[in-house]
């Protein structure tokens, strides 16, 4: 049985169509990559997901559950966590007091001091800027304390929008180094949307492609890197006939 199924999912602002019916459908323990230009509705699919947004029609089943119109903290206290696009730490909190932001769902304090030790062994930079204003530390840092603070809700599902933004293309390897390190050592299944398609497809498992709300591929992450659309359109390169598809 899948982790989390979207069915035929629809999302208006307004008069504007976002999602036109989408599908898709995650197993646990995979990476799974979300792609698209501007507009396509990556961002939404996973508002959706964390409640977020609200759908007009479809269903969303999590591990088995309708929770179409669960609100955002019982989607959370049920095992889904999100790392926002841009981070979105609490800069002039200090790291520990952002990792226990993460656990508010939690009410066990054993189990909250539990995880915070645990993020402090997985990542030990954390460690020794405990005390540290959350503001002045580098980007690839607060990425490390974003998918930190993500654990501390004890997840099964990790969305992730855009984890690479703005990272050199040192930490950009460091980061995604990290998401495949959660996913292999701890089986978290990860949404991830990616502006830089082709590293992306690099640690996944599986992918989609959306474009003006609708789903228009999917499949092994490996068919798509070949898929000469994909490559047009995602990675810059150019099909060898020279014709668009």
């Known amino acids: 049985m899948s982790l989390i199924e979207l069915n035929q999912i629809k999302v208006s602002y307004g008069m504007v169509k976002a999602l036109n019916g989408i599908d898709l ?16 509705g ?11 947004v609200h759908p007009t029609s479809g269903a969303i089943r999590w591990d088995g559950h309708e929770i179409t119109t669960w609100p955002t903290p019982r989607r959370i206290a049920s095992g889904i966590a999100s790392v926002p696009e841009a981070r979105r730490i609490f800069g002039p909190m200090t790291v520990e007091e952002n990792l226990l932001i993460g656990a ?3 009410r066990d304090r054993h189990l ?9 062994d997985r990542f030990p930079r954390l460690a020794e800027r405990r005390t540290q204003t959350a503001g002045t530390m580098s980007g690839g840092e607060q990425q490390m304390l974003a998918f930190a603070r993500a654990l501390m809700s004890g997840p099964r599902l990790i969305c992730m929008d855009e984890p690479t933004m703005g990272l050199s293309p040192k930490l950009v390897d460091e980061v995604l180094a990290s998401i495949a390190d959660l996913n292999r050592d701890l089986g978290i299944t990860i949404l991830m ?18 474009a003006t709300g609708d789903m228009v ?6 068919e798509l890197l ?19 598809e």
């Open 25 to 40: 459908m995650m197993n646990s323990g995979e990476i799974v990559c979300l792609l698209g230009g501007n507009a396509s």
């Open 42 to 52: 990556k961002s939404t699919t996973m508002k959706t997901i964390l409640g977020l």
């Open 104 to 106: 508010y769902t939690c």
């Open 112 to 120: 909250i001091r539990q995880r915070l030790a645990e993020q402090y």
């Open 193 to 210: 949307v990616e502006q830089q398609a082709e590293l992306a497809l690099s640690i996944a498992h599986r992918g989609y492609v959306l």
């Open 217 to 222: 591929l999917s499949g092994e992450a490996a």
């Open 226 to 244: 070949d898929n000469p659309r994909v490559q047009e359109a995602y990675l810059g390169r150019t099909i060898a006939n020279g014709e668009t």
